[in-house]
């Protein structure tokens, strides 16, 4: 099989390897595309340390074409979504039911080979089968669509409330429409004006910037009160976080999803004032299934999130575009 094969920052080589054969509890995925984010990016230019040589991709769909001994949840030829992370399951965590804070959590296409190839082997509970008639476009969007599902869930978002969505990438376009289907009204908040005509297609009430102290002024007034009821944060920046407590009204909620890299200045002298509550929300625990059933219901959009498209042989060309203003969501297909 054809595999991109990362050997260390910015040396990635397409090489020929082995088709695979699943072990006990494992499935092989042929692949079928494969989305490429932040995470990626950072892997490629040696921002995050990995194991080389690894095949990355950890955002990836295809079709299971075996599976090891003692798997009875899947079946060859079943169309299947890939949740990236799986954990121990004999920690203190884990028991809990919080396997996504294991600390021994593995990641696909960071910890171990992932997608950026023909064929992946994985355990089977990985695998979440999709309706045959859902488009590859859809279900790539499952991954992070998953992250967002929990993120809201968290916020414990209720119908009629004001929230602000910070951050207008591909989770912050796919917050947007989450929160819309649970009956909010949403203002989204970009760095700047490019996608606020996308924002509101997609169902945003309202859209402003985050420069200058606008933003705040823009959650009074779109709320009608001292800011929003609900901040999801999916910009991933320090500078978001802080921007991200100014949004709500005293006793509001925060929900941090965006992984910042960098530290941030946090005034909890205003955290505390005015009792905001802040929550911290880590990819996803059992969202895969809600995520697909909103694919799959057009209660989730993603014709306009997928800008572009490469081959695995331009896997190359497919980092490059991803800086592009213009990338939401970059995808790979085998």
Not at 29 to 39: D, E, I, K, M
Not at 202 to 227: I, N, P, V
Not at 278 to 301: C, W
Not at 316 to 326: D, K, L, M, V
């Amino acid at each position: 099989m054809q595999a991109a094969v990362l050997h260390g920052p910015r040396d990635i080589r397409m090489e020929n390897r082995a088709l695979l054969t699943p072990g006990a509890g494992e499935a092989v995925v042929q692949v079928f595309a494969s989305g490429l984010c932040g995470t990626d990016y950072r892997i490629w230019n040696g921002d995050r340390a990995v194991q080389y040589p690894l095949i990355m991709g950890h955002e990836f769909i295809g079709e299971v074409v075996a599976v090891g001994p003692d798997v009875h949840t899947l079946k060859p030829g079943q169309k299947v979504a890939v949740e990236p992370n799986y954990s121990c399951g004999v920690c203190p965590l884990c028991r809990e039911g919080n396997r996504n804070l294991c600390l021994s959590r593995i990641a696909i296409g960071i910890d171990v080979n992932g997608g950026f190839a023909e064929q992946a082997c994985l355990p089977a509970r990985c695998c979440w089968p999709a309706p045959a008639e859902i488009s590859d476009d859809q279900l790539m969007l499952a991954e992070p669509l998953a992250v967002v599902v929990r993120a809201v869930a968290r916020g414990e978002a209720r119908r009629g409330e004001s929230a602000a969505v910070l951050g207008v990438g591909a989770l912050g376009l796919l917050a947007i429409q989450v929160l819309k289907a649970k009956g909010l009204r949403v203002l989204a908040v970009g760095r700047t004006e490019q996608r606020q005509h996308l924002a509101r297609a997609l169902g945003a009430d309202d859209f402003t910037t985050s420069g200058e102290g606008g933003a705040t002024e823009a959650a009074r007034a779109f709320s009608g009160r001292e800011g929003v009821d609900l901040v999801i944060e999916t910009a991933g920046t320090g500078v978001a976080v802080e921007q991200g407590l100014e949004l709500p009204h005293p006793g509001g909620r925060v929900v941090l999803t965006g992984l910042p890299h960098e530290t941030s200045t946090v005034n909890f002298f205003g955290v505390v004032r005015r009792e905001l509550r802040i929550i911290g929300s880590m990819i996803y625990q059992q969202e895969f299934p809600e995520a697909i059933r909103l694919l799959s219901t057009g209660a989730v959009t993603v014709d306009r999130l997928v800008t572009h498209r490469f081959p695995l042989a331009r896997i190359g060309e497919a980092f490059a575009a991803h800086r592009s203003p213009e990338a939401i969501k970059v995808t790979v297909a085998t």
